[in-house]
């Protein structure tokens, strides 16, 4: 099987999609992430929905977990707030990631591989330089533990 065949249709984000809206739409249809794309329409990263908790959460309390006990409820009640004019570009991750794609003609095993290397829960494939859908690895996982 190859990643074309494996390929769902997956929501996409710009760099420039409001922070709120991106978070809205990853929590609604419960998203392992979403691909971004660049002002050219191209793939630029995957923001995964682990680096949204990571950017929510104070990096005190992700330097000291045992804070997080002493943290009043409110703080949930927050996190709209910590969202307002923002958008999906100040959630990414600050250092350079490779951007996790894969050609439409790639192996399962060449799918799992990228995904194993770059920790990543999600993948976008590509045929033509035009983006085709997206492997999540909970897809990949359900089609090589699938029955034959």
């Known amino acids: 099987m190859h990643a074309e065949q494996m390929a769902e249709e997956f929501p996409v984000v710009s760099l420039d999609t ?3 809206e991106a978070v809205q739409l990853l929590a609604s249809r419960r998203l392992p992430g ?3 794309m660049d002002e050219k329409g191209k793939p630029h990263s995957v923001l995964p929905a682990s680096q949204v908790v990571r950017f929510l959460v104070p990096s005190y309390v992700q330097d000291d977990p045992s804070l997080a006990r002493v943290i009043d409820e409110s703080f949930a009640d927050q996190v709209a707030d910590k969202l307002a004019n923002e958008t999906v570009r100040q959630l990414l991750p600050t250092e350079h990631v490779e951007l996790p794609v894969v050609n439409h003609d790639d192996t399962v095993l060449e799918v799992a591989a990228i995904m194993a290397r770059l920790r990543c829960p999600l993948v976008a494939v590509m045929k033509d330089k035009e983006i085709v859908g997206a ?11 699938a029955p034959h």
Request: net charge neutral.
């Open 18 to 20: 409001e922070a709120a």
């Open 34 to 36: 979403l691909i971004v």
């Open 135 to 145: 492997i999540s690895a909970s897809r990949l996982l359900q089609l090589v533990t």
